[in-house]
């Protein structure tokens, strides 16, 4: 059997930090006149899900410290491959940029597409997260425990879970966690989907058993009373949700983080980088922007462009060896 795996705190190095991106005076890295025209900012994941309420708000905040429009897409598809191609494959002029999410790291190894982190330049992390256990408000299994022994003892294929694409991140962090109890990597049917949202829409409707997404895309379910949020798959509790407890409080031994950033095309015009990535120095410690972030859930996670670039190339390492654990690779 294959040996549990644990991704933590090194799949997102810092790196650095806040404080030291944040050493040169506000607006110094501005550009003027940048921009010139609308930018778009491509989010690779559906509308309503945490990727896109993140990039919208990142979008505004620029917006506001630039100038200009900041237009987002959302472009679907292929567990991610559209978006995040659609960033890679953009004029280096500035003028399009997108939030790569942690996926980038994974999805070549799995056969997906031949982009890398590499294909891309590095503006600045925002956010960081790590995975839930939800389950609908109806389910028989009502904490972490029940819902544990209940797997551990079904037939392979009982139990249906869903939260992305086939080898995405929050499929990861299922293989992950089941792994790490003794199973099989596919004990529990994962059931792909083009997001958070349409899984937590297949969760109350009966489709799936349960989800591994983040907190922070399952709030406006939980709020409403039609799911909750069983368990954390991270080393302590968070802020956000401190009724939530962590797998390792329930005898677990699973942690996993995901994130996001914003990247625009390999060998990006250094004036609009450079524009962009002070604002979002700026935008880390705004606010507005840590007060949206906070009262859904999401972690902020702050790095600058050239520790955004290093904890890419580390995260890649790490999604190579867990992919492989789990017999997801493609070579």
């Not at 095309?265 to 120095?281: C, V």
Request: some cysteine; charged content about 20%.
């Amino acid at each position: 059997m294959s040996k549990p795996i644990k991704l933590g705190r090194r799949a997102i190095l810092a790196g650095g930090t806040a404080a030291a991106a944040l050493a040169l005076a506000p607006g110094s890295a501005f550009a003027a006149g940048y921009p010139e025209r609308p930018v778009t900012v491509v989010v690779p994941w559906g509308a309503g899900g945490g990727t896109d309420a993140t990039g919208r708000m990142i979008a505004a905040r620029l917006e506001k410290k630039l100038g200009g429009s900041f237009n987002v897409v959302n472009r679907t598809g292929g567990s991610g491959v559209v978006g995040h191609s659609a960033i890679a494959n953009a004029d280096p002029d500035g003028y399009t940029i997108g939030l790569v999410t942690v996926e980038i790291t994974m999805m070549h190894h799995v056969g997906l597409t031949e982009l890398t982190a590499e294909d891309y330049t590095p503006l600045g992390l925002m956010n960081a997260d790590s995975p839930g256990v939800t389950v609908s408000a109806d389910s028989e299994y009502q904490d972490i425990a029940s819902l544990t022994e209940a797997i551990k003892a079904s037939e392979p294929g009982t139990f249906k879970a869903s939260g992305t694409g086939q080898g995405g991140i929050w499929h990861l962090a299922l293989i992950g966690w089941l792994m790490s109890e003794g199973l099989a990597p596919d004990h529990v049917t994962w059931v792909p989907s083009e997001g958070a949202a349409p899984a937590l829409q297949d969760l109350v409707a009966g489709g799936v058993d349960l989800i591994t997404v983040s907190l922070a895309e399952t709030k406006s379910m939980v709020d409403a009373g039609r799911a909750v949020n069983l368990a954390l798959m991270a080393d302590e509790r968070v802020g956000s949700h401190p009724d939530v407890p962590t797998l390792k409080e329930a005898g677990g031994a699973f942690a996993l983080s995901t994130w996001r950033g914003i990247c625009g095309p390999k060998d990006m015009d250094e004036a609009a980088a450079s524009a962009i990535s002070g604002a979002l120095a700026e935008i880390a410690e705004d606010p507005e922007f840590v007060e949206f972030m906070n009262s859904r859930g999401f972690g902020i996670k702050y790095l600058d462009p050239a520790a955004h670039a290093a904890m890419m190339a580390d995260t890649d390492t790490v999604m190579e060896q867990a992919l492989g654990a789990a017999g997801l690779t493609s070579g």
